[in-house]
């Protein structure tokens, strides 16, 4: 058994870990990447994957701290997907940037559709000034595939929608030999005597100064089991809809026909599962869903989608429900919070993108909180590697 030392262990393989993985490798870090299961069997490849500029959090009728703090992201994900030049590490402004050249999307427009005349007073404020540039009306030759049969309005954002499972085997090519399989536990993760932390693989002990948890739904355990008891997380259930019509439309929009509150009625994305397209659907209908049984989640979404998109045909669709937790830092009241965050308590440093949209974010704010880099790392191991996940679908 080796030991050697590591400037950075990261715990935990959704987009968080696999993005700080990158950013590290790329600013000269000696790194590995622990994770209990598969990359990405969590929130990420649950999310919608949508980047989007926040506008959803707009439709109160007013920009606010929450629209604001993200409306950059869009840009700064297509300067990632365009060219490798944008992740030069001395641009410390996109420090935290990743080469994703070639990476897929599923879509690259996302769409905002109101029935009627039912949008009220949010049809001044999308035509206003202040959001001149990210939200623009179509014309009706100019909506996407579809909409034909609707009556309404539908406008274009400057958001689109990645496949996640190939952002991460994007982020997992050329790291094979980083990435293991491994729990964080108090048996594989311990204090070191001298400082920082020991983390036991097979047939090597790492010794790290920086253990950086990016375990999401498995921080509060993590937090608990090494016990910083000032870090305190939160958790926001989703109950989200899986429907697989007979028709073969694929939809990437926001339904916002006669909408009561300041979220989408509906946010719909269309995924492949077995050669069939899959509507994934979140918005308003998954977070009141957490309080219905998923027999009622599923009666309420048929009776959404027969209102809301009647020009579809939604007899003979199969339904299901996915709940799901969003984990972020504890805020009061459990609202959401607005940016990314990074914490770091001694030789332990908390991060959440709080949102995929915002892992950019998220990294710059790491390489922040990280000490410069000092370890050479040359690891020879035959612990078990591990692997991408796949779609809760
Ligand atoms: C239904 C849903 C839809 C969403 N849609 C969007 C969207 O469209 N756009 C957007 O911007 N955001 C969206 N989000 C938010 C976004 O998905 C999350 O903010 C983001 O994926 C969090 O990534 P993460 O890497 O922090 O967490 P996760 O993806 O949950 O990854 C954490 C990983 O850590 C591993 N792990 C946990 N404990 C341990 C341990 N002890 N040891 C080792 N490994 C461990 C887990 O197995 C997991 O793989 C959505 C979230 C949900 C739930």
Redesign the pocket.
């Known amino acids: 058994m080796s030991e050697q030392k590591i400037d950075a262990i990261i ?8 993005w700080a993985l990158n950013v590290l490798k790329r600013c000269g870090y000696s790194t590995v990447l ?19 500029g926040g506008l959803k959090y707009a439709l109160s009728g007013q920009i606010n701290t929450a629209s604001e703090a993200i409306s950059d992201m869009p840009q700064r994900w297509r300067s990632c997907l365009a060219t490798k030049s944008s992740v030069s590490p001395k641009t410390l402004k996109h420090a935290g940037n990743v080469d994703l050249d070639g990476c897929a999307l599923l879509s690259n427009r996302y769409y905002m559709f109101a029935a009627g005349n039912t949008l009220g007073r949010l049809t001044t404020f999308f035509a206003s000034k202040a959001l001149h540039g990210r939200i623009e009306k179509l014309s009706k030759p100019n909506w996407p595939g579809g909409f034909k049969g609707f009556k309404g309005t539908v406008y274009a954002l400057n958001d689109f ?1 990645i496949d996640t499972p190939k952002l991460l085997a994007h982020l997992a090519a050329n790291h094979a030999n980083s990435i293991f399989r ?4 108090r048996s594989t993760v311990t204090r070191h005597p001298d400082g920082g932390y020991i983390l036991k693989l097979k047939d090597t002990v790492l010794h790290t100064t920086q253990l950086i948890s ?6 509060a ?2 937090i608990d089991a090494l016990n910083i008891p000032t870090l305190k997380v939160q958790h926001r259930p ?1 109950k ?1 809809v899986l429907v697989k019509p007979k028709h073969n439309t694929a939809m990437y929009a926001h339904c916002l026909t006669h909408i009561k509150g300041p979220e989408p009625r509906l ?1 719909i ?1 269309t995924h492949q599962a077995d050669g069939h397209s899959l509507w994934y659907i ?1 918005g308003q209908l ?1 977070t009141a869903g957490v309080t219905r049984s998923d027999a009622a989640q599923v009666d309420f979404a048929k009776a959404e989608l027969e209102t809301c998109l009647p020009w579809l045909d939604w007899q003979d669709a199969d339904f299901s429900v ?1 709940t ?4 972020e830092p504890d805020q009061q009241l459990s609202v959401k919070p607005d940016t990314a965050y990074v914490e770091r308590i001694d030789d332990f440093i908390q ?9 950019p974010d998220m990294a710059d704010r790491l390489l922040r909180a990280l000490s410069p880099p000092e370890h050479k790392l040359s690891l020879n191991t035959s612990h078990p590697r591990a692997t991408i ?1 796949s779609p809760p679908w």
């Open positions: 715990v935990g393989g959704g987009i968080a870990g696999m622990i994770e209990t299961g598969t990359l990405g069997m969590d929130q990420t490849f649950a999310s919608q994957g949508m980047i989007h929608v491994c729990e964080a536990n990016c375990a999401g739904n498995g921080s355990p993590l989703l989200q946010t994305t979140g998954a996915l799901i937790n969003r984990a991060c959440f993108p709080t949102k995929l949209t915002l892992t996940g």
